[in-house]
């Protein structure tokens, strides 16, 4: 059974800075997509970033290009997203989330309804 368990969300000012780390287990499968993705109150869940197993491929949303970074530790099992320049826009649940790839192009693949196993979540609230 695949679990994800988020980390490293919290309270920020705006431009601060974040990581949040999603540790992965049970996933069986050779190749695979990891996504971060985020919902705010009253908001559909968006994807921010995605990155396929072996770390080859990945994508950014346009808020999150330039600002932040997707990385994974196969060693590990843990994937990180490393939030830069924060504003209160930032501001939401993130989830982790593993798909299989079908085949996609990893910015076809990263939306949510292409992903089967969540994490719990972790709040990102970016104040003054």
């Known amino acids: 059974q695949v679990q994800l368990v988020e980390s490293g969300g919290g309270l920020v000012e705006p431009g601060g800075s974040l990581k949040l780390s999603c540790a992965v287990s049970?996933?069986?499968?050779?190749?695979?997509?990891i996504g971060w993705f985020r919902q705010a109150p009253g908001k559909e869940r968006e994807g921010v970033s995605c990155?396929?197993?072996?770390?080859?491929?990945?994508y950014y949303s346009e808020a999150a290009k330039d600002r932040f970074a997707i990385s994974i530790d196969r060693s590990s099992n843990t994937v990180d997203l490393q939030m830069n320049s924060l504003d209160p826009e930032d501001t939401a649940v993130y989830y982790c989330?593993?798909?299989?790839?079908?085949?996609?192009?990893?910015?076809?693949?990263?939306?949510?309804?292409?992903?089967?196993?969540w994490g719990q979540g972790t709040q990102v609230t970016v104040s003054s």
């Open positions: 990155i396929t197993s072996t770390g080859r491929n990945r």
């Open positions: 989330a593993v798909g299989l790839p079908l085949g996609l192009p990893i910015a076809t693949m990263c939306r949510p309804g292409n992903f089967g196993s």
């Open positions: 049970g996933v069986t499968w050779d190749a695979y997509a």
